[in-house]
């Protein structure tokens, strides 16, 4: 059990460990701001122990910064904890040590949004935590009390359990953007057989496609992919295309945007909102 207070005037709370009467978190005389486009939320932690808030390239202790959340598709610079080096995955978890230092705590931030964590570091060993987002609302799941490896599970038992990935999945696997045609890839394939190294998978980048445009093939640039895959699979090698969220609105004749676009469930871009 843990003790929790909540405060009125202004508004906070506190969880605290019933057996030390020490707090594992508080927001007490905290900043607590809620805009349309913009929420913070100030916690203040018991350490400077803290981990998470993936996905980055970075040491796996955070220290003080801007932790950036938002799924980006750029390459993966070190995260100087000054904002903008996120990559692919949002993880919004945090691990943090109590005050009992054999012990931590977690915190899940159930949010889709872009999320700008900071971090600051204060008095006596401890942190202040200002978790900020850009809208969806601050919903916050807490688990107390454990070891590292018992507050992951709790957090799993929230988010759901790994899957057992396929055997073939934890093979070796060659990709790049570079592989501009099938050529390059048939090259790439070879030059692992003559090195004789083993090859599980070949992911095709998006050049295969015909103007970049989702389920189709560039038949100029990859004009036997149907062989190259037969191929692949008769040396028991799988062959993986990628395929970009987005379709284009230029594309006016494929039946996907069609049908999308006749159920209004397309959502129009913010980089490009003509397209």
Same mark, same amino acid.
């Given at each position: 059990?843990?003790?929790?207070?909540?405060?009125?005037?202004?508004?906070?709370?506190?969880?605290? #460990?019933?057996?030390?009467?020490?707090?594992?978190? @508080?927001?007490?005389? @905290?900043?607590?701001?809620?805009?349309?486009?913009?929420?913070?939320? =100030?916690?203040?932690?018991?350490?400077?122990?803290?981990?998470?808030?993936?996905?980055?390239? /970075? +040491?796996?202790?955070?220290? &003080?910064?801007?932790?950036?959340?938002?799924?980006?598709?750029?390459?993966? *610079?070190?995260?100087?904890?000054?904002?903008?080096?996120?990559?692919?995955?949002?993880?919004?978890?945090?691990?943090?040590?109590?005050?009992?230092?054999? &012990?931590?705590?977690?915190?899940?931030?159930?949010?889709?949004?872009?999320?700008?964590?900071? $971090?600051?570091?204060? =008095?006596?060993?401890?942190?202040?935590? @200002?978790?900020?987002?850009?809208?969806?609302?601050?919903?916050?799941?807490?688990?107390?009390?454990?070891? *590292?490896?018992?507050?992951?599970?709790?957090?799993?038992?929230?988010?759901?359990?790994?899957?057992?990935?396929?055997?073939?999945?934890?093979?070796?696997?060659?990709?790049?953007?570079?592989?501009?045609?099938?050529?390059?890839?048939?090259?790439? $394939?070879?030059?692992?057989? %003559?090195?004789?190294?083993?090859?599980?998978?070949?992911?095709? #980048?998006?050049?295969?496609?015909? /103007?970049?445009?989702?389920?189709?093939? +560039?038949? !100029?640039?990859? *004009? @036997?992919? /149907?062989?190259?895959? +037969?191929?692949?699979?008769?040396?028991?090698?799988? !062959?993986?295309? $990628?395929? =970009?969220?987005?379709?284009?609105?230029?594309?006016?004749?494929?039946?996907?945007?069609?049908?999308?676009? %006749?159920?209004?469930?397309?959502?129009?871009?913010?980089?490009?909102?003509?397209?």
């Amino acid at each position: 059990m843990c003790g929790f207070q909540l405060f009125n005037n202004p508004f906070g709370f506190q969880f605290t #460990d019933d057996r030390t009467g020490n707090a594992y978190l @508080s927001t007490e005389n @905290s900043a607590f701001i809620m805009q349309d486009k913009y929420m913070q939320l =100030d916690i203040n932690l018991p350490s400077r122990r803290i981990f998470g808030l993936g996905e980055r390239t /970075k +040491d796996f202790l955070l220290g &003080e910064g801007t932790w950036t959340m938002w799924a980006n598709g750029q390459e993966t *610079p070190f995260d100087d904890g000054k904002g903008g080096k996120q990559t692919y995955g949002v993880h919004p978890f945090m691990l943090v040590q109590s005050s009992t230092k054999s &012990e931590y705590f977690g915190l899940f931030f159930r949010n889709s949004n872009a999320m700008s964590p900071i $971090i600051q570091y204060t =008095d006596g060993g401890k942190a202040l935590f @200002s978790y900020i987002t850009t809208g969806g609302q601050i919903e916050i799941y807490f688990m107390f009390k454990g070891d *590292p490896g018992s507050i992951i599970s709790q957090y799993h038992n929230i988010i759901g359990k790994p899957t057992l990935t396929p055997f073939w999945s934890l093979g070796w696997h060659a990709s790049a953007y570079a592989y501009q045609n099938q050529s390059d890839i048939q090259n790439n $394939i070879d030059g692992y057989a %003559a090195a004789d190294i083993p090859l599980e998978g070949i992911w095709l #980048d998006i050049p295969y496609m015909n /103007k970049y445009y989702d389920f189709t093939v +560039d038949t !100029v640039k990859f *004009p @036997s992919l /149907k062989n190259l895959t +037969d191929t692949c699979h008769a040396n028991g090698q799988r !062959v993986i295309p $990628i395929i =970009d969220a987005g379709i284009s609105s230029n594309d006016t004749q494929n039946k996907y945007f069609a049908a999308a676009a %006749a159920n209004n469930s397309l959502l129009r871009s913010t980089a490009f909102p003509d397209e």
